[in-house]
């Protein structure tokens, strides 16, 4: 640009001054900043520097500058933090202090045992059962109404509480015998036997095969006469198609040669036992849950209380 561009003239239309910028003809006029506009800038300046002083800003080695007011974002979660601990406190308090049957009688106390042992499932659970408690291959899933050892809240603490085959004393523990591994029984009778157990749930298995006599010498006194299972033995029901460990022939029989025996820890002492009792309302209300002495459960409704989270800086 030349001199002679940037000449600074009067306007004529408006009696401004120019700038001395020309584009194509076109030329700026040199008009002040509006007042308002200066008074904001002005009024920004000054919160900004304040600001500096009273809450933390200038980064610095190691985090930043205090500030005066001693402000912190960890301090206010910290406070609200509490708050939530509080309150939980009082329903831990009183659902501590409730048989089960209390509990699922009472909307809010039955939600808050809910959301707890939702959580503590996520933290000690999901690992072997799912997230969403589905189960997996010699992981049974939860949401279903086949249970191994019993689906009441009772039978579900119990479980929790002690495992299976956990080494417990309490622990649940029978164990099926490894029928040809322990040569109980003869390749040609396990054969037989898979044969009749394979047909109940296709409804093709009667008693005339030879695997119905072997069954119910070997196999009822667990499973069943029916094979409908056996809950004080942790025996499933073998007749529904659903399989903890497989369901095809060559499973089958490698389930009755060598047996399984799954085993679940026990839980009452890690986590206590107002957790173990939030978890068993937890499993219980995933959609298998069988009723026993405890009697219309109301759900859908939100917990009082939000859980509190772990503040760490
Ligand atoms: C290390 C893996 C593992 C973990 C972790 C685990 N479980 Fe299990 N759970 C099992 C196995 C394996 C079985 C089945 C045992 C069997 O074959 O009888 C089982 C069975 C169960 C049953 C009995 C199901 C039925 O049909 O009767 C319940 C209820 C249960 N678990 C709940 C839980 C809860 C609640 C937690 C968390 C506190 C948990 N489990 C953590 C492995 C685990
Ligand atoms: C002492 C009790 C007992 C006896 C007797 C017994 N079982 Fe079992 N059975 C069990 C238990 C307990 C399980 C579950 C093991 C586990 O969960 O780890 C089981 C599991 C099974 C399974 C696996 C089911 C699945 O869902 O994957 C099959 C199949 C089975 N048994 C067949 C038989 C047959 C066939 C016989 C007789 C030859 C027999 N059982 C005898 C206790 C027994």
Request: hydrophobic content about 35%; overall charge negative.
């Amino acid at each position: 640009m030349t001199d002679e561009h940037r000449k600074v003239e009067v306007d004529e239309i408006s009696g401004v001054n120019t700038t001395g910028h020309e584009w194509d003809g076109l030329k700026e006029l040199n008009n002040p900043l509006p007042r308002w506009w200066v008074w904001v800038f002005v009024a920004c300046c000054i919160w900004g520097a304040w600001y500096w002083v009273i809450y933390p800003s200038w980064p610095i080695p190691g985090g930043a500058t205090k500030g005066t007011s001693g402000y912190t974002q960890y301090d206010e979660l910290k406070a609200s933090q509490a708050e939530i601990i509080k309150r939980q406190e009082a329903y831990l308090d009183k659902f501590d202090k409730s048989s089960f049957e209390d509990v699922m009688k009472d909307p809010e106390l039955y939600s808050f045992a809910v959301a707890g042992g939702s959580a503590a499932f996520k933290d000690n659970c999901a690992t072997c059962h799912g997230t969403g408690a589905e189960g997996g291959k010699g992981y049974p899933n939860l949401n279903d109404d086949d249970w191994l050892w019993g689906g009441t809240i009772n039978d579900i603490y119990t479980t929790i509480s002690y495992g299976i085959r956990s080494g417990h004393e309490e622990a649940r523990s029978s164990q099926m015998p490894a029928f040809g591994k322990d040569s109980i029984l003869k390749k040609e009778e396990i054969e037989q036997v898979v044969d009749y157990v394979l047909g109940l749930s296709e409804g093709k298995s009667n008693e005339a095969m030879p695997g119905y006599a072997i069954f119910q010498s070997n196999c009822a006194s667990c499973h069943g006469a029916d094979a409908k299972g056996g809950r004080d033995f942790g025996a499933p029901n073998l007749s529904d198609a659903i399989w903890l460990y497989g369901g095809t022939k060559d499973e089958v029989t490698n389930t009755v040669y060598n047996a399984h025996a799954g085993v679940m820890p026990t839980w009452q002492a890690r986590l206590g036992d107002s957790t173990v009792r939030q978890l068993a309302i937890y499993v219980h209300q995933l959609g298998g849950g069988e009723k026993d002495e405890t009697k219309s459960v109301q759900t859908g409704v939100q917990s009082p209380v939000e859980s509190p989270v772990q503040v760490s800086e």
